[in-house]
């Protein structure tokens, strides 16, 4: 006997990426910044810890939202604030989607999508990426009980876009709202803001765990037109955001020297990494993020992810049911990515 809802017995879950505890593994699998955070963001942390934490924190992280705004381009009414982007995402998928009803994502992509869809009861559609990582007319095929649609841009794993004029047409065909994941968007040429002031049908999600270094403390944010921030407001935790988290966010945002510098650490060295990785006879697709999507001709993606965690370096091994597998590396500090690279150069 369970108690638990049928679909929920029959999920899978979504599986996260090793976060091994302790040990001296180079650790390229879970798409992190290698560098420290900015010095802005531990003073801001360190003053709200010295003021005292006994009080609940500001439910809507104002501050963070204004000056987001204004970095932005947007109102300050035109974002919402999570406890990391996974929690938009959660609560965008908890205020349109009911039971039964229908959630579209691309394959391959980012794989709590489909649990998102699931805790809810929904259906999914799955729409295959074409080889050449766009996207056909069956992503926007007309469906009666179509909710919600997810599209990351940049996608993961394969680091690749589709341009905002192609991401506006696919908006304007679809039945229901689009979700554009922008959770790598700082490393990328492009990006989807301009387009939620063009169709209200437009949202998008973003995250301070990348491009800001500040994964552990869980902080993200959606960009959308007010009415649409005003419903979703509903559905939120009433604190999800900790004091801790609002002000790291705010101080880390304030600080676009460090982004800057940072950024082109990170891109200089993902091309650096492309440019070998070829070179070792490895198919790599070119990246707009902070990792690189690969396979070797003559090695499974498989037994090299388990020869490289032997040897102490740890990437992500993915695989899609009735696309394949392959390897998702991030790109680490020079130091980091040269271990990697003295491994794979024996092949």
Same mark, same amino acid.
């Given at each position: 006997?369970?108690?638990?809802?049928?679909?929920?017995?029959?999920?899978?879950?979504?599986?996260?990426?090793?976060?091994p505890?302790?040990?001296?593994?180079?650790?390229?699998?879970?798409?992190?910044?290698?560098?420290?955070?900015? =010095?802005?963001v531990?003073a801001?942390?360190?003053r709200?810890?010295q /003021?005292? !934490?006994?009080?609940?924190p500001? $439910? @809507?992280? #104002?501050?963070?939202?204004?000056?987001?705004?204004?970095?932005?381009?947007?109102?300050?009414?035109?974002?919402?604030?999570?406890?990391?982007?996974?929690?938009?995402?959660?609560?965008?998928?908890?205020?349109?989607?009911?039971?039964g009803?229908?959630v579209?994502?691309?394959?391959?992509?980012?794989?709590?999508?489909?649990?998102l869809?699931?805790i809810?009861?929904?259906?999914?559609?799955?729409?295959?990426?074409?080889s050449?990582?766009?996207l056909? =007319?069956?992503?926007t095929?007309?469906?009666d009980?179509?909710?919600l /649609?997810? !599209?990351?841009?940049?996608?993961? $794993? @394969?680091? #690749?876009?589709?341009?905002?004029?192609?991401?506006?047409?696919?908006?304007?065909?679809?039945?229901?709202?689009?979700?554009?994941?922008?959770?790598?968007?700082?490393?990328?040429?492009?990006?989807?803001?301009?387009?939620?002031?063009q169709?209200?049908k437009?949202?998008?999600?973003?995250?301070?765990s990348?491009?800001?270094?500040?994964?552990g403390?869980?902080?993200?944010?959606l960009?959308?037109?007010?009415?649409?921030?005003?419903?979703?407001?509903?559905?939120?935790?009433?604190?999800?955001?900790?004091?801790?988290?609002? /002000?790291?966010?705010?101080?880390?945002?304030?600080d676009?020297?460090?982004?800057?510098?940072?950024?082109?650490?990170?891109?200089?060295t993902r091309?650096?990494?492309?440019e070998?990785?070829?070179?070792?006879?490895?198919?790599?697709?070119?990246?707009?993020?902070?990792?690189?999507?690969?396979?070797?001709?003559?090695?499974?993606?498989?037994?090299l992810?388990?020869?490289?965690?032997?040897?102490?370096?740890?990437?992500?091994?993915m695989?899609?049911?009735?696309?394949?597998?392959?390897?998702?590396?991030?790109?680490?500090?020079?130091?980091?990515?040269?271990?990697?690279?003295?491994l794979?150069?024996?092949?």
């Amino acid at each position: 006997m369970s108690f638990f809802r049928s679909h929920i017995v029959a999920m899978t879950g979504y599986v996260p990426g090793e976060q091994p505890q302790g040990g001296k593994l180079i650790k390229l699998n879970t798409n992190e910044n290698p560098y420290p955070c900015s =010095p802005k963001v531990r003073a801001s942390i360190g003053r709200v810890v010295q /003021a005292g !934490l006994q009080k609940y924190p500001d $439910p @809507s992280a #104002t501050a963070f939202r204004m000056r987001a705004g204004e970095l932005l381009g947007v109102g300050a009414d035109q974002i919402l604030c999570g406890n990391g982007s996974d929690d938009i995402l959660t609560i965008v998928t908890r205020a349109l989607v009911d039971p039964g009803e229908h959630v579209r994502f691309a394959q391959p992509s980012y794989t709590l999508y489909r649990t998102l869809a699931e805790i809810q009861g929904a259906k999914c559609h799955v729409i295959n990426y074409n080889s050449d990582w766009s996207l056909g =007319p069956d992503f926007t095929q007309h469906c009666d009980k179509l909710r919600l /649609a997810f !599209l990351a841009n940049p996608n993961s $794993p @394969s680091g #690749t876009t589709l341009p905002p004029e192609e991401v506006a047409r696919i908006a304007d065909a679809l039945p229901c709202p689009l979700l554009v994941d922008e959770a790598y968007a700082d490393f990328s040429e492009t990006n989807c803001l301009e387009l939620v002031a063009q169709n209200e049908k437009i949202m998008v999600s973003r995250t301070l765990s990348k491009s800001y270094a500040l994964a552990g403390i869980r902080f993200g944010f959606l960009v959308a037109q007010p009415h649409v921030i005003h419903e979703l407001n509903k559905v939120k935790d009433s604190y999800n955001c900790d004091a801790l988290s609002i /002000a790291g966010a705010t101080a880390a945002i304030d600080d676009q020297k460090w982004l800057e510098q940072t950024r082109g650490a990170i891109l200089a060295t993902r091309s650096r990494l492309t440019e070998r990785l070829r070179e070792l006879g490895f198919d790599c697709v070119d990246s707009q993020a902070n990792f690189v999507w690969c396979n070797h001709p003559e090695h499974s993606a498989k037994s090299l992810y388990q020869r490289l965690k032997s040897d102490g370096v740890l990437v992500r091994y993915m695989t899609y049911e009735g696309w394949g597998d392959g390897l998702r590396i991030t790109v680490g500090t020079d130091e980091q990515v040269d271990a990697l690279l003295g491994l794979l150069s024996f092949l």
